[in-house]
T-cell receptor, first 116, second 110 residues
Framework: EPEVTQTPSHQVTQMGQEVILRCVPISNHLYFYWYRQILGQKVEFLVSFYNNEISEKSEIFDDQFSVERPDGSNFTLKIRSTKLEDSAMYFC??????????????FGPGTRLTVT | GIQVEQSPPDLILQEGANSTLRCNFSDSVNNLQWFHQNPWGQLINLFYIPSGTKQNGRLSATTVATERYSLLYISSSQTTDSGVYFCAALPYYGNNRLAFGKGNQVVVIP
């Protein structure tokens, strides 16, 4: 069964450093997402991406964050200058469609980001 | 935005017992998903169930969209069922952000 993959599984970085989290969505999916979960809290939406542009973003997704689909298979989340409060599990997800059609979202296993 | 409330927040079960987890949502939805978060933090898709009933082994789910709730049933629970169960809803009015509840923490003891 096709699945979303994410690398690395765990990343430790120092405050102020840039990190790039990588995801390979399911190949025929057209909508891509990033969510995050701070330890012990619920999962929160960050951003959705369709047709090579951001379609929606939350208030969490400020200028420190950016997303990119650099080639036909990868989808990345970049955090420019990490802060302690960016420590969280980051989940990538994809769906075949959006809105009312084919909108089941498939989640990857997550990248645990630890900022020290 | 849409509000998603899950109950009970915590549940302790004896192995072999049955349980029901509830998810209430505040608005019409066109997507409702249940996930199980395992001890490694991974979110495992359980059900995509915007309406109706589905079964997968010892788990089943029912969503009554007109009354804005969904139920997840665990039958004959096993210790591997332990973890956090999340409900997530996509509102009908067009955005694609899944709104998650706070989860049901389930512990199954042998």
């Amino acid at each position: 069964e096709p699945e979303v993959t994410q690398t690395p599984s765990h990343q430790v970085t120092q405050m102020g450093q840039e990190v790039i989290l990588r995801c390979v969505p399911i190949s025929n999916h057209l909508y891509f997402y990033w969510y995050r979960q701070i330890l012990g809290q619920k999962v929160e939406f960050l951003v959705s991406f369709y047709n090579n542009e951001i379609s929606e973003k939350s208030e969490i997704f400020d200028d420190q964050f950016s997303v990119e689909r650099p080639d036909g298979s990868n989808f990345t989340l970049k955090i420019r200058s990490t802060k302690l409060e960016d420590s969280a599990m980051y989940f990538c997800a994809s769906s075949e469609g959006g809105g009312v059609l084919q909108n089941e979202q498939y989640f990857g296993p997550g990248t645990r980001l630890t900022v020290t | 935005g849409i509000q998603v409330e899950q109950s009970p927040p915590d549940l302790i079960l004896q192995e072999g017992a049955n349980s029901t987890l509830r998810c209430n949502f505040s608005d019409s939805v066109n997507n409702l998903q249940w996930f199980h978060q395992n001890p490694w933090g991974q979110l495992i898709n359980l059900f995509y169930i915007p309406s109706g009933t589905k079964q997968n082994g010892r788990l089943s789910a029912t969503t009554v969209a007109t009354e804005r709730y969904s139920l997840l049933y665990i039958s004959s629970s096993q210790t591997t069922d332990s973890g956090v169960y999340f409900c997530a809803a996509l509102p009908y009015y067009g955005n694609n952000r899944l709104a998650f509840g706070k989860g049901n923490q389930v512990v199954v003891i042998p």
